[in-house]
């Protein structure tokens, strides 16, 4: 089959690809030629990742279009309910970034819990001069051990986030669309325990939390998940992340909760308007950033383009001969 991977697809996923007899195109296809491409080279499939929108205009454009595979969890640039009503197969790749996005969001808990990324923009600058006066400033750091993780969405990321989160000591509680509580197998140096999880409601998780991370996808309609009503729910100075979409946090009732004080910090891998984010935001003193790089490690993508290659390879099966 002809494959374009649109955004790119790691080199085990290509060769996997080309062992298997597919030709592959790895060149970027700006949005205004993307249908072209499709149809001059007859693609039977498009592989993606965030920067690739898959809307029905190009769907309906690329009549011989078989499959769309979002390398990543996330689905929300590809109109798949449209894309499946006209018999186009589309995956993604759940499994495979869970382990690298937990991680991240952990980075993020103990850069904001010990101020490193503040103090990190500060000391070059006025490490010199000013070094009793920023050792004060972040002198009172706080220790993950004993603070309470609220984990929204239980799902795969959800899960390994707080496998590594109990390893430090946190207590978590997970948000899921059931409550009552989950046994979750958590590996502490090699040992498999078993922590029961309490699932708990929105609001209680809101009221409990010293830390909040969000693992959910955007909302249909566009609404924040959590907005200014939500964030007032939340213990003054709790911590809060956002390492699933841009839009899940309201990012104006964010900014004016950290100027108030009502959030201690915000840990953002994920903004509105991307890849253009709003300045004020970046700029924020009290957020700790990435440039949406949660699954952007070599064994994350490794494993997202090996699965890609088992996803072709299943549909390539079902092709007639």
Known sequence: MNILANDGISPAGLAALEAAGHR???????????????NSE????????????????????????????RGGVGMDNIDVAYARSKGVQVNNTPAASSQSVAELVMGHLFTLSRFLHDSNRRMPVEGGEQFKALKKAYGKGRELRGMTLAV?????????????AIGCGMKVIGVD???????????IAGQQISVDVPLVTLDEALAAADAMSLHIPAQADGQAVIDAEAIAKM?????????????????DAMLEALDSGQLGGAGVDVFVGEP??????????????????????????????????????????KQPA
């Open 177 to 187: 669309q059931t409550t009552g509580k989950q046994a979750l197998a958590v590996d």
């Open 276 to 317: 253009k984010p709003r300045l004020d935001v970046i700029r924020h003193p009290r957020i700790s950033l990435t440039p949406h790089v949660g699954a952007a490690t070599g064994a994350a993508q490794e494993r997202i383009g090996l699965e890609i290659a088992q996803i072709v390879q299943e549909i390539s099966a």
């Open 42 to 69: 007859q693609v039977d499939g498009l592989l993606v990742r965030s920067a690739t929108k898959v809307r029905e205009p190009l769907i309906d454009a690329c009549p011989n279009l078989k499959f769309i595979i």
């Open 24 to 38: 592959v195109c790895t060149d970027f296809v700006p949005a205004e030629e993307l249908a072209e491409f499709i």
């Open 152 to 164: 929204v969405g239980f799902g795969r990321i959800g899960q390994s986030l707080a496998q590594y």
């Open 235 to 251: 213990k003054p100075g709790a911590l809060l992340l956002n390492a699933a979409r841009g839009g899940v946090v309201d990012e």
